[in-house]
């Protein structure tokens, strides 16, 4: 209440909130009502005089020698223990000592205990201004600023070469431009000739031989090199359950479960996906959800971007829902303009607390980012009631949910009859970042909307709330709105890796990433001078649509895979179906070594319907059993359907959505023989 914002333009000063309405009053007299989640998602929103302050860089970190990244831990200890007498924070189990304890002295005289202890320890040139600016400057930069900058110096690639010489070389290498053919002992004559002409014979010192031919191959381009072709172009007691969330974002858990659908690999072949999600312990609603191969774990960091960035202020998030939506589309939930609507308004919010699971490990990065931001990071113990396993079961309760809509909709790639029978991923519905948008649109569609049995009020036990409403209550409950971080702050959290930049542009699992933006950096190393050269690469690692390169202008710049618009196009779809059926013969499995037809126009004969994935005691209480029918018989028989019988599409639990629906599957429209159907194209038109 009385903070001034800045919106659609304007600044705005909060004069009530209602639920999840604020109402905003401008100095002009003009009053506008805006709901919380649109108004922080909004581009130009700012909170004047009390902005969020940006994530730190923790990458380059790495980057500096290990003896100082030892010093900068030591002074990381020395300021948690001045600010609150414990060494590892204030959740720490150190006993505090006597010259530290807060409540006896003031921070002032603390930082004097403290610069003299550092003194008797050998510590040079330390006093109480010394202590002071340190733990200031790493609430600023966090672990970054305890390091020192000297050993960030990077020498001239020349070193104490007359400059002249420097100048030489260069021009040497610019005549011989575009040739064929040369050596570095070409170049190096050509550059003695150069300075004779210019300085006179012998009045310019040259370097031997040796140190003009470093020279040579520090000052030529990477890409065209002298001598190469021309460029072209058991845990402890049971206690007391913990105190319940009241406002949003105040406890956020994260759990894990394996869904009963199936993904399309990067191989081709079928991938079992698990969901890691990160649920709000007051509002029950869904600020994260990422799928990943079930037998890896999902970062946390990669968690912690997708619930603290809303879906439309990510670079290009809008443009990969538009391209989604116009490729091969199953039948969606919502459309195009209110997709872009609903997510505008989905909860996101930097958390007051993470409760992690035991699997779980927080990288030193990941810590420095939480405590720069605010986050305590708390650790389930075992066997303790209200902790995790509530937000367990209703992970394993959403995962059944999806399962039973992805298997009673014709969605996905595999809703073309017979398709996972022909590649055997029955039951798989397109790549992972295909069934992440699915998953996406369902939450928001459905999930956030549907009554839970945890979000009822003491006082009206009947009246179950939807997460979406609840959190719009405790928004006006707690009086004030959990800010999200920025859009540019999405890529800053994303787990980094290390590459070169090369000709084609970068190349990450497989795949080439290439924009305009790295035309004048293509075969040079980083100026970092770490890593061999290579160049910092912040990427999500379930989403290979692009990446972040951080360039020498300090900024993290997006870079798109080259297939990334092709990959969502009609076609695409199809040669990804063929392509899997390839695969599948090759490694022989079952049902795919076929002899040639017998006769032309005659195709194969259909396998059985594969069985759908495994599910659980939890999921097989929430699917439903699907009404056999006719066609049900036939599979379970083990008979191949003729012609001019019902043909079976394949989906996942081997039902398909005519069976689930009682009724029988209508024969394919064309002529064959002895069970063998003829392909017709018009009716394969017209499911396009």
Avoid at 192 to 209: F, K, S, T, W, Y
Avoid at 286 to 309: G, I, Q, R
Avoid at 310 to 334: F, I, K, N, Y
Avoid at 618 to 631: D, H, N, T
């Amino acid at each position: 209440m009385g903070a001034q914002v800045v919106y659609d333009g304007r600044t705005w000063q909060v004069t009530g909130l209602v639920d999840s309405v604020v109402r905003l009053a401008a100095e002009d007299g003009a009053t506008a009502s805006v709901l919380a989640a649109r108004l922080v998602a909004d581009p130009g929103f700012d909170v004047v005089g009390e902005a969020m302050p940006p994530v730190p860089s923790q990458a380059l970190f790495e980057t500096v020698p290990l003896k100082e990244q030892e010093r900068a831990l030591a002074w990381l200890r020395h300021i948690r223990e001045v600010e609150s007498g414990r060494a590892g924070g204030p959740g720490g189990s150190e006993v505090v000592r006597p010259e530290y304890d807060p409540q006896r002295f003031t921070l002032a005289e603390r930082e004097q205990a403290k610069a003299q202890e550092l003194a008797a320890l050998g510590w040079t040139k330390v006093s109480r201004t010394t202590v002071q600016r340190m733990r200031l400057v790493y609430r600023q930069e966090g672990l970054w600023g305890l390091v020192d900058k000297r050993t960030r110096r990077t020498a001239s690639p020349t070193g104490r070469t007359d400059q002249r010489v420097v100048a030489a070389v260069l021009e040497a290498l610019r005549q011989r431009r575009g040739r064929t053919r040369g050596t570095v002992k070409q170049v190096i004559e050509c550059a003695e000739q150069i300075l004779a002409d210019a300085h006179g014979p012998g009045r310019v010192p040259v370097p031997a031989r040796s140190s003009l031919y470093r020279l040579v191959h520090t000052l030529a381009d990477p890409a065209e090199r002298p001598g190469q072709a021309a460029r072209t172009a058991p845990g402890p007691a049971r206690s007391p359950a913990p105190a319940p969330a009241l406002r949003p974002g105040e406890r956020v858990h994260i759990a894990a479960a394996r869904l009963g659908v199936q993904a399309v690999g990067d191989d081709g072949r079928p991938l079992a996906v698990a969901v890691t999600a990160a649920l709000d312990g007051a509002t029950g609603c869904v600020l994260a959800c990422v799928l990943h191969p079930h037998d890896t774990l999902a970062e946390l960091p990669v968690l912690l971007a997708e619930m603290a960035v809303p879906h439309p202020l990510r670079t290009g998030w809008p443009t990969a829902v538009e391209l989604a939506h116009t490729s091969v589309p199953p039948p969606r939930l919502l459309s195009l303009k209110a997709r872009l609507e609903a997510a505008a308004t989905r909860a996101a919010a930097v958390p007051e607390t993470l409760v992690l699971d035991r699997t779980a490990t927080a990288t030193p990065a990941f810590l420095t980012v939480c405590e720069h931001l605010g986050i305590s990071l708390e650790h389930a113990p075992p066997r303790r009631p209200g902790t995790k396993p509530a937000a367990a079961r209703t992970l394993h309760a959403l995962g059944a949910l999806f399962a039973r809509h992805t298997a009673t909709s014709a969605t996905g790639s595999a809703a073309f009859p017979g398709d996972g029978a022909r590649t055997g991923t029955s039951g798989a519905y397109g790549s992972v970042p295909q069934l992440q948008d699915l998953l996406d649109e369902w939450i928001t569609a459905v999930w956030h909307h549907r009554p839970q049995e945890g979000l009822r009020h003491p006082v009206l036990p009947r009246a179950g709330l939807t997460p979406h409403e609840m959190w719009g209550v405790l928004l006006g409950t707690a009086g004030y709105v959990p800010l999200p971080l920025t859009g540019a702050d999405f890529a800053e959290l994303l787990p980094v890796c290390w590459t070169a930049v090369t000709e084609l542009g970068i190349r990450l699992n497989h795949r080439i990433y290439d924009h305009p933006c790295l035309d004048e950096h293509r075969g040079h190393p980083s100026p970092t001078g770490a890593r061999d050269g290579k160049w910092e690469i912040h990427h999500h690692p379930y989403d290979p649509r692009q990446i972040f390169i951080r360039l020498p202008d300090g900024r993290l710049h997006e870079v798109p895979w080259i297939h990334r618009d092709h990959a969502t196009r009609p076609f695409a779809e199809t040669a990804r179906r063929l392509t899997g059926q390839a695969i599948a013969r090759r490694d022989g499995r079952p049902g795919h070594d076929v002899d040639p037809p017998a006769a032309p126009g005659r195709l194969q004969p259909a396998a059985g319907a594969a069985r759908g994935p495994a599910v659980g005691r939890v999921e097989a209480a929430v699917l439903p059993r699907a009404a056999a029918g006719p066609a049900t018989a036939d599979r379970d028989a083990g008979r191949v359907p003729q012609a001019g019988a019902a043909a079976v599409s394949v989906w996942p639990g081997g039902d398909s959505p005519d069976e689930a629906e009682g009724a029988a599957v209508p024969a394919h429209e064309g002529t064959g023989t002895g069970g063998f159907v003829v392909y017709d194209a018009w009716q394969e038109a017209e499911q396009w």
